[in-house]
C-alpha cells in the first residue's frame, strides 16, 4: 500500500509541475494572442487536470479518507519523511499553479473586456446616428430637409 500511494504522490508532484509549465506557455500565448494555440493548449491542460483528478482519487480510495500525514505516523521514519516530502512538493506545486492560473484568467478576461470595448466602439462608429436613416424597403433615404416655398417657386 505504502508503493502504491509513494507512486501516485510521486506522479502527482510531477504532473503538478509539468501544469505549471503548461499555464505559463498558456499565459505567453494569450499575451501573443494566438487563438487557436490557446485552444489546443487549454485541451492539454484540461487533461492533465483530469489525470491528476484521477490520481487523487486514488489515493483517497486506497488511505480509506485518511489524510496522508496521518497515515504517514504509523510508517517507518525513512518511508514517512518520503512521503511529507512528496507532499510538501505537491503543495507548493499547487500553489504555483494556482498562482498562474489565477494570472491567466486575469489575463484572459483582460482581453475580453478589450474586445468587447473595441467591438462596442467600432459598432457605435458603424451605426447611423438617427434611426430613421433607413426606408421600409431597406435602402437609404434621403434627409428630409425642409425647403423654403418662395426659393423653390412654390408657395
Same mark, same amino acid.
Given at each position: 500500500m505504502y508503493q502504491m500511494i509513494h507512486d501516485s504522490l510521486f506522479r502527482q508532484s510531477k504532473a503538478l509541475a509539468v501544469l505549471a509549465h503548461l499555464l505559463e506557455e498558456e499565459y505567453h500565448i494569450l499575451l501573443d494572442r494566438d487563438a487557436q494555440a490557446v485552444a489546443a493548449q487549454e485541451f492539454s491542460i484540461q487533461e492533465l487536470v483530469r489525470q491528476l483528478a484521477v490520481e487523487k482519487t486514488l489515493v483517497i480510495k486506497t488511505l480509506n479518507g485518511v489524510r496522508v500525514l496521518?497515515?504517514?505516523?504509523?510508517?517507518?521514519?525513512?518511508?514517512?519523511? #518520503?512521503?511529507?516530502?512528496?507532499? +510538501?512538493?505537491?503543495?507548493?506545486?499547487?500553489?504555483?499553479?494556482? /498562482?498562474? =492560473? $489565477?494570472?491567466?484568467?486575469?489575463?484572459?478576461?483582460?482581453?475580453?473586456?478589450?474586445?468587447?470595448?473595441?467591438?462596442?466602439?467600432?459598432? #457605435?462608429?458603424?451605426?447611423?446616428? +438617427?434611426?430613421?436613416?433607413?426606408?421600409?424597403?431597406?435602402?437609404? /433615404?434621403? =434627409? $428630409?430637409?425642409?425647403?423654403?416655398?418662395?426659393?423653390?417657386?412654390?408657395?
Amino acid at each position: 500500500m505504502y508503493q502504491m500511494i509513494h507512486d501516485s504522490l510521486f506522479r502527482q508532484s510531477k504532473a503538478l509541475a509539468v501544469l505549471a509549465h503548461l499555464l505559463e506557455e498558456e499565459y505567453h500565448i494569450l499575451l501573443d494572442r494566438d487563438a487557436q494555440a490557446v485552444a489546443a493548449q487549454e485541451f492539454s491542460i484540461q487533461e492533465l487536470v483530469r489525470q491528476l483528478a484521477v490520481e487523487k482519487t486514488l489515493v483517497i480510495k486506497t488511505l480509506n479518507g485518511v489524510r496522508v500525514l496521518e497515515f504517514c505516523k504509523g510508517l517507518p521514519e525513512d518511508q514517512a519523511q #518520503s512521503l511529507r516530502e512528496l507532499f +510538501t512538493a505537491i503543495d507548493k506545486n499547487e500553489q504555483l499553479v494556482s /498562482r498562474q =492560473a $489565477s494570472r491567466n484568467a486575469q489575463l484572459s478576461l483582460a482581453l475580453l473586456d478589450q474586445s468587447s470595448r473595441n467591438l462596442k466602439a467600432i459598432t #457605435s462608429q458603424l451605426t447611423p446616428a +438617427t434611426g430613421d436613416t433607413y426606408g421600409r424597403r431597406g435602402g437609404m /433615404r434621403r =434627409a $428630409s430637409v425642409p425647403q423654403a416655398a418662395i426659393l423653390s417657386g412654390r408657395l
